[in-house]
């Protein structure tokens, strides 16, 4: 590589790109192999363009909704958790058997079976800007996320209790897809049914008002210590309101000055 100063790259410095080329994919000459005609530095300069997020909130905040105005406004790739779960499950891979044996006994997959989940797909991303939504979820999962890769932004999402009480009281869900639904502002257009599939839509137990309150209060006593962790990091952005229109221009404006000003690229990327 041709002799350069040390200098910043999207906050970013060389060694710290560096480190996440060489984590992610391999040695450098690995790369090389792949991509001949880049040099060292170009792979340097592709690599600090990337932008990556997760977001966190409790049940019912919004977090779907203000994902996919993300993803569509800056070419982010939009990975939920939830839809990595459903695709190993669909697989019968090792952990998709796990998750399911959790989640049929009303459980939540526990932090091992997880990251065996969701960290190998988030090594193959290399070379997209990705938000990551539903995941971590606890301070293990946030650790061993770390580990793997540079977040630049956490959005957390903080919504009062009354909001949230009575978004999940009107919301279904169609449980094979994930796909949500609210009666209030996102209604099916035949009630009770997904407009895709046509199949019938559920009411979760736990969003039931009698189950909601307890399952708030363990989402709060879990999501501290991660809230924290991303604070002490110094990414942490918390947005708080009782309406995700309110929300989302002040999500817009952080991000505009956040992600990378090639941004062409990234949204060609995410269409493929």
């Not at 697989?91 to 459980?107: C, F, P, S």
């Not at 839509?201 to 999501?223: C, F, G, N, S, T």
Request: glycine letters at 6%; aromatic letters at 6%; hydrophobic letters at 40%.
């Amino acid at each position: 590589m041709p002799q350069t100063k040390r200098r910043q790259v999207s906050g970013k410095t060389m060694s710290d790109v560096s480190l996440i080329v060489q984590y992610s994919v391999g040695s450098p000459p690995l790369i090389l192999h792949r991509r001949s005609a880049l040099t060292n530095w170009q792979l340097i300069e592709e690599m600090a363009k990337l932008f990556r997020a997760v977001i966190m909130g409790p049940p019912g905040s919004g977090k779907g909704t203000i994902s996919e105005r993300i993803a569509h406004s800056f070419g982010l790739k939009h990975l939920s958790s939830g839809d990595f779960v459903r695709e190993n499950i669909a697989a019968k891979t090792e952990a998709g058997v796990q998750a399911k044996t959790y989640i049929k006994k009303g459980l939540l997959v526990p932090d091992h079976v997880m990251t065996r989940l969701l960290l190998p797909r988030l090594v193959e991303m290399t070379k997209y800007s990705w938000l990551l939504d539903g995941f971590p979820r606890t301070l293990a999962q946030a650790e061993a996320l770390n580990s793997a890769c540079d977040l630049d932004v956490a959005i957390n999402l903080n919504i009062p209790l009354e909001t949230l009480k009575e978004r999940l009281r009107h919301r279904w869900i169609h449980p094979p897809s994930g796909r949500v639904y609210n009666m209030c502002f996102n209604p099916p257009r035949v009630q009770g049914i997904d407009d895709i599939t046509g199949e019938p839509l559920i009411q979760q137990e736990d969003d039931r008002p009698e189950a909601l309150v307890a399952r708030l209060r363990h989402y709060k006593d879990v999501a501290k210590p991660v809230i924290d962790f991303y604070k002490a990091k110094g990414i942490l952005y918390t947005f708080s309101d009782t309406e995700t229109d309110r929300i989302w221009p002040n999500i817009s404006t952080l991000l505009s000055t956040k992600i990378p000003a090639i941004q062409t690229d990234a949204r060609c990327a995410s269409t493929h």
